[in-house]
């Protein structure tokens, strides 16, 4: 856990840390080092950019606390075989669940469709008339 991979070193926190701070530090150094925000370097810095994508990819990480955990004994897991790399696992999809395949419907869909003519009288004029919306400035 001494690699800059490591997203509670990333975010200068420990392990034991709750969501409250994990949020907090996450808030803290994304305005530090946002482009927007650097008030030191406002051009392009690719050292603080890449600090920026490192902070960015640990909070995806550390926000799920399934995806914490999973992670956490993943560590413990590796410490006590004696491997230092630690498979990290994705942010976006959930343990345990396998991702929807759509299926296609049983009977087909079918919609009516009616052709007129002439088109619907106008509703008598009521003195109200209701158009396009536009806003004034």
Do not use: C, F, N
């Not at 975010?11 to 840390?17: C, W, Y």
């Not at 994304?30 to 950019?49: G, I, K, S």
């Not at 590796?78 to 395949?101: Q, Y």
Request: avoid cysteine; aromatic fraction near 4%.
């Amino acid at each position: 856990m001494a690699t800059e991979r490591d997203p509670y070193r990333v975010l200068g926190l420990s392990p034991s840390a709750s969501q409250a701070e994990i949020a907090s530090a996450y808030r803290r150094l994304v305005h530090a080092h946002h482009p927007d925000t650097r008030a030191a370097h406002p051009q392009a810095d690719p050292a603080a950019d890449e600090h920026l994508q490192q902070v960015l990819s640990a909070y995806a990480l550390l926000r799920d606390s399934q995806v914490r955990a999973v992670y956490d004994r993943a560590v413990t897991e590796r410490a006590a075989a004696g491997t230092a790399e630690v498979k990290v696992p994705s942010p976006r999809r959930r343990p345990g669940r396998a991702p929807r395949v759509p299926t296609p419907p049983t009977t087909p869909t079918r919609i009516e469709v009616v052709v007129v003519d002439t088109p619907p009288p106008r509703p008598p004029a009521t003195g109200l008339w209701i158009g396009p919306v536009r806003r004034h400035r």
